[in-house]
């Protein structure tokens, strides 16, 4: 897997370009943001990354020929070119006439460094027109989510210790777990229906998920139980108790943890209590997943994480 997609450097940036212009409703849409803009912004809230990667913002007069600002343009050009990336489009701003563009970060003046040369390209976020969905809707049955992959004579993945559900929508498909791109209507595991960042993801989980305490600052999380008892703490009270049925709406910024009633995997032969989905409106994945290491402590977000630290995120109910 290369540095960009171990970084998941396509869902930041995607989330970096999600602005609106003065003129929220103007016909224009949204706004083109320069990759020197892309990398401020992208310093300010991935610092680590940034060490990561080891390319200074750039520009003119810096002396560097290898910049954070050229590697997001070159790898974003890259990536629409070929299809990878379906959400952002691409555009030049013509040079003649334009002597120089300046960008503040952090009380710091950088110069654009090739305006003479080359054109600059400028980025934007793009919402998926409906048509470029590859089905005209989804249609999900009980029976092959309880069944899950042992329609295919592999392990159930809701019956395994702490999984963490299984995605019917998500803002990518994982292809590294062999999920693939939903082709026809009627679900079945392994498909995904891609919705982009910022898009829908859905997916269902029993008793024997795994959750942590968190929040998003962008998404709204429906969850709905199909079949059972589900328990849940929102901001740290409770737990609340839903029957089949029910509902809670989790709104940005609003802590919550499902209580996991079952650490172990499913034993053979054995039904599910719990059948629940949740959606996720507005969605980010990882990029906007604030977990605390510790109770009290700092909100840090899951795609700066490592696998260990991840392991040690705050649980009420632990």
Known sequence: MSQWDNLQMSTKISQILNV??????????RPFLTPYQIAIRFQKQHPIDVSTIGKPIGGKGTGQQDSLAQYIALE?????????????????????????????GDGVIVESSSMQAYDLSMFRLLMPPRNTYPVPFVLITRDFVQRDAEVMGKENKLGRENNNGRKICAT??????DEHTIREPLWKVPAVLPTGDGGLEVATFTEFAGQDRHKHFKGTEIYTVLQGELEIYIDDKGPYVLQAGDEVVILPETVHEIIQKKRRSRDVGETFDLLA????????????????????????????????????AYRKQD
């Open 20 to 29: 609106q212009s003065h003129d929220p409703g103007h016909h224009f849409g």
């Open 277 to 312: 989905r949740v959606h996720s409106l507005n969605c980010y994945g990882a990029a906007d997943k604030y977990v605390q290491l510790e109770q009290g402590g700092k909100w840090q977000r899951w795609s700066d994480l490592s696998k260990d630290e991840r392991a040690r």
């Open 76 to 104: 974003l050009s890259k990536r629409i070119l070929d299809g990878r990336i379906t959400n952002i489009e691409g555009r030049f701003l013509f040079r003649e006439n334009l002597h120089t563009l300046q960008y503040e």
């Open 172 to 177: 990518e498909v994982m292809t590294q777990f």
